[in-house]
C-alpha cells in the first residue's frame, strides 16, 4: 500500500536551516510528482512546493521561495525539503502528498502523517 | 495566482441535519477544485475530486457541485463522525491553493 513518512521535524532557532525527509513505499515514486503542504498549529492548509516526477522542474508558495528548496532521490524514494533562514511564520506541521495524477495537477490522494517544525528562540 | 475563499469558517450541526459549504475561486478553474475532510490530529482525507466525482469508500451522502468560481460540498443528513474541518483545493494551476477551511461542530 502506498506510504509517505515525513521525517526531521525539530525545534530550531529563527535563521537556522532545516532538512525535511519523506520516504515513500508502495508505488512508483519516480513517476510521479510530490507536493509539500503544510499546516500552521491551529490554522488551515498552506501549498508550499511541488516537484516534478524527474526532479528537474520545482515550484514554490511565495512565502518560501529564495528560502526553500524541493528536490528528491528516486534512486531512493525520498523527498526533501531544505528550508534555510527559518521564521517564526514558518513552524507547521509539513505534510508530503502525492496527487493522484503524475503531474503537479490533480486531487492530492496519499498524506503523510506530517512531521512538526517549530521555529522558536 | 488563484484564491480560494471558503464559507462559513464555522458551523454547528445537530445530527441528520444538511450542510452546504462553499468556496468561491479568485478567477475560473473549471473543476479543478477538490474537497478534504481533515479531523483532529489526523492528515486530510479526499472526499470529492473535480468538483464532483465521488471517491471510492466515501460515504454517499458526500456530495460535490460546482464549476468555474463557484462550488458546493454538500453532507446529507450530518452524522456525528462528520465532525471535522473541510477544506476546498485547486489544482488548475501553479501555485496550488487551499480554501481558508470549515470547521464543523456537532450539537
Known amino acids: 500500500q502506498v506510504q509517505l513518512v515525513e521525517s526531521g521535524g525539530d525545534v530550531v532557532q529563527p535563521g537556522r536551516s532545516l532538512r525535511l525527509s519523506c520516504a515513500a513505499s508502495g508505488f512508483t515514486f519516480s513517476g510521479y510528482a510530490i507536493h509539500w503542504v503544510r499546516q500552521a498549529p491551529g490554522k488551515g492548509l498552506e501549498w508550499v512546493a511541488v516537484v516534478s516526477y524527474d526532479g528537474i522542474n520545482k515550484y514554490y508558495a511565495d512565502s518560501v521561495k529564495g528560502r526553500f528548496t524541493i528536490s528528491r532521490d528516486n534512486s531512493n524514494n525520498t523527498l526533501y525539503l531544505q528550508m534555510n533562514s527559518l521564521r517564526s511564520e514558518d513552524t507547521a506541521v509539513y505534510y508530503c502528498?502525492?496527487?493522484?495524477?503524475?503531474?503537479?495537477?490533480?486531487?492530492?490522494?496519499?498524506w503523510g502523517q506530517g512531521t512538526l517544525v517549530t521555529v522558536s528562540s | 495566482e488563484i484564491v480560494l475563499t471558503q464559507s462559513p469558517d464555522f458551523q454547528s450541526v445537530t445530527p441528520k441535519e444538511k450542510v452546504t459549504i462553499t468556496c468561491r475561486a479568485s478567477q475560473s478553474i473549471g473543476s479543478n477544485l477538490h474537497w478534504y475532510q481533515q479531523k483532529p490530529d489526523q492528515s486530510p482525507k479526499l472526499l470529492i475530486k473535480?468538483?464532483?466525482q465521488s471517491i471510492s469508500g466515501v460515504p454517499s451522502r458526500f456530495s460535490g457541485s460546482g464549476s468555474g468560481t463557484d462550488f458546493t460540498l454538500t453532507i446529507n443528513s450530518l452524522e456525528a463522525e462528520d465532525a471535522a474541518a473541510y477544506y476546498c483545493h485547486q489544482s488548475s494551476s501553479l501555485p496550488h491553493a487551499f480554501g481558508g477551511g470549515t470547521k464543523v461542530e456537532i450539537k
Open positions: 473535480y468538483a464532483s
Open positions: 502528498a502525492r496527487p493522484n495524477s503524475g503531474t503537479y495537477y490533480g486531487p492530492v490522494d496519499y
